[in-house]
């Protein structure tokens, strides 16, 4: 696709982060394997070909596989739209997101994780539960359709990270997750009283509820809004089909 740069990598400040995602200059990049859609790692720096830069996740929005359950041209708004409840609950970590204009024309721009990437769930599992309770919630919450175990990235500093939401807030039951062990288990009531807390400012007209009715459809805001209401009622992980409700691949 572009020439990769040769230049040292920025450790940004979050708000630093946001304005060169925002703003930074493309040097280069290449395509990113395996993915159902086009996705790109690109480089961003504050300089054109000079200055620090960053690595990215770009996912433009006419590199989408058209889908028969998904409106067409949506899932890059749906990465935002889970990016903006993650920031409101303060919980799970998932990357700085945005939508802006690309090589390829508008699409999510995320900041990119420095991992291992053969690192994922099913290595995690047995040993970070009760960090990894906090993506089962949230899958719960947003409707996750995909799951997979390398949508867990584990980075340089032990810190859990949630990507990949392109398949999220769907009107009917999507989840698919590789995150069976949390089936009928009770959610932490640390979390429940994030939720509730949440459910306040999905239900008036607050910024976080303009913002998301740009971003999904009406329908769908309403049943996030009803998937949180049962959650706060019955605060349990429902018990899912392994026949059914898992991704493909697992991985």
């Not at 996705?39 to 720096?45: A, H, V």
């Not at 990235?153 to 999220?168: A, C, F």
């Amino acid at each position: 696709m572009f020439p990769i740069p040769k230049l040292p990598l920025l450790k940004l400040r979050p708000n630093e982060t946001h304005k060169l995602l925002q703003d930074g200059i493309f040097l280069g990049g290449h395509t990113m394997p395996w993915g159902s859609n086009y996705t790109f790692m690109l480089w961003l720096s504050e300089w054109e070909e000079k200055g620090n830069c960053i690595r990215v996740i770009y996912k433009p929005r006419d590199g989408e596989r058209p889908l028969s359950d998904f409106r067409q041209g949506t899932l890059f708004q749906r990465e935002y739209a889970a990016y903006l409840l993650s920031q409101e609950l303060g919980w799970p970590n998932v990357p700085t997101t945005l939508i802006r204009n690309g090589p390829y024309g508008i699409g999510s721009m995320q900041l990119y994780v420095d991992c291992d990437p053969r690192i994922t769930y099913f290595d995690m599992r047995d040993d970070m539960g009760s960090e990894l309770v906090r993506l089962a919630t949230f899958d719960l919450l947003v409707n996750n359709g995909d799951r997979k175990a390398s949508h867990c990235l584990l980075d340089n500093n032990s810190n859990i990270w949630s990507i990949d939401h392109g398949l999220t807030f769907h009107t009917d039951f999507k989840l698919r997750t590789v995150m069976l062990e949390f089936c009928g288990k009770s959610i932490p009531l640390s979390l429940l009283s994030d939720l509730k807390s949440l459910l306040g400012r999905l239900t008036e007209d607050t910024p976080l509820r303009q913002e998301l009715s740009g971003l999904i459809s009406d329908k769908e805001i309403l049943a996030l809004i009803h998937r949180l209401q049962y959650i706060l009622k019955i605060p349990i992980f429902p018990i899912l089909d392994p026949n059914r409700n898992i991704p493909w691949p697992l991985v």
